[in-house]
């Protein structure tokens, strides 16, 4: 709980629901006659419009990026150290706004709201989304607020991806792209992690073939196993030994299976608190929008060619210890940028966190990052 | 703003219009001087601190490792490569320079001379390796590690039928001399060259 609001926060803020009675069809070929997105806005949108940020949210994460809802909240938004009066994206100068995915369970329409065919809850029938289904529920709410280009649309991981597919799909409603920890798709490792998690939500008994709420239970055990396996690939070797080590709870080993390294400890906790707060389903959905995850697909497996629509200037980052998305991956897209001459550059950060460092406040990276928009602002704020 | 005065050699050797790629871009500087007058391109940069300072300056930098060659751009994609006073720090100054030649349509390239008289004497009378305003580094902690004189970088142009089109040797002011003229490989200090594949 923050015993005042920092001077650079975006202080309290209420998320929005916007109430959408278009049907919009899915990749998949479902329909949703229906649907709420639940967003946030940071900053004021100016008079052209021309000021506006989207943020994408990665696997696990929604709407809530910068600020507080309550004073009593423990944490403020989990980008919040990005976004902020005088932070990398100055909400003095842009309007920020990130919205909770469609699949959510956040507010947005997803596996926990209920679907008017059944008076339940939609839970393993909500149909199946991709980024590309994201990417066009976000230029809904874009059109909705008015915002006919957004002046840069940023994103880590699973958001990256958002923000890249947004400059292939709709290369014209975007002035810059920021593309950070992302791939230009899953490799099948990555999809083998996605899997074990998947298999670990279906086989707990709890988890009634996704049926768990008419059933006034929760997965617990299965979603926290996957979020642990998540957690693990989110993490390097180096941030786990240096955060835990080999330390022990206690002074002495016991020679049993109770919780013994803090390693552990702080496993179990994470993916007890998890498994509390987030839906499984959402998490299958999520996972699976990962692994679909394949821009160049549309384009007979080309990724220059997919790439080659892009208008919008891009800024690529990488975290040197990130093994789950490699800077490998990062280059992949740069060097298929650079093949079509687009306008590119290409940061690698060294830093020991891994994945989870794109959430971090690195102080290179956010140097980056608070370089790169300052020219973003300059050129919506000509002045 | 003035640029530092090798930067300004090359700067003038660059029609404008031109695609380049300058490699160890640094802050930008060069780059973005070209800019101004229809020169596009990119820098690559291998220093993570460098990269903030290329987007401030406005250039597109790609943070790349030149001891990787240029696999990320393709053959004669760019009208100009340029490299400033890098090549006696990479592991292969051979391989960059097949790799310059492939990717550049020209290139230029400068470097510190090692045959300077001031070296020459460091080494002859001191018997010790040299230290001067170019090369201000001992030998453990340089990271000069291919120093060479301007006689053995035309050798290496010779054997690798490059195409020297204009050289310019000048002292560590960037001034030409009459010394410079006679003897460039006694006298020059920094070598300036602009070369391109033989037809």
Redesign the interface.
Known sequence: MPDSIPANSVGLISPQTLHIETPITLECGQALPAYDLVFEAYGKLNQTASNAILICHALSGDHHVAGYHTMEDKKPGWWDNVIGPGKAIDTNHFFVVCLNNLGGCNGSTGPTSINPDTNTPYGPDFPIVTVNDWVKSQAILADNLNIQQWAAVVGGSLGGMQAMQWAISLPERLKHVLIIAATPKLSAQNIAFNEVARTAIKADPEFHEGYYASHDTLPRKGLGLARMLGHITYLSDEAMGEKFGRELRHDSINYGFDVEFQIESYLRYQSESFAEQFDANTYLLMTKALDYFDPASAFEGDFAQAVSKIQA?CLVISFTTDWRFSPERS?EI??AL??ENK????????ATQGHDAFLLPIS?YH??F???M??VASEVMPS | MSLRPDLQIIFDWIPSGARILDLGSGDGTLLAALQKHDVTGYGLEIDNSQIAHCIESGINVIQADLDQGLPQFADQSFDYVILSQTLQAVKRPDFLLDEIIRVGKQAIIGFPNFGHWQCRLQLVFGGHMPISRTLPNRWYDSVNIHLCTIKDFENLCTDKQVHIQQRCIVDHAHQDSLGIKIAPNLFGEIALYQIKKSD
């Open positions: 200037k280059q740069v060097n650079l093949s306008e590119v550059t290409y940061a690698e950060i060294e290179r140097d980056i608070t370089a790169y300052k020219k």
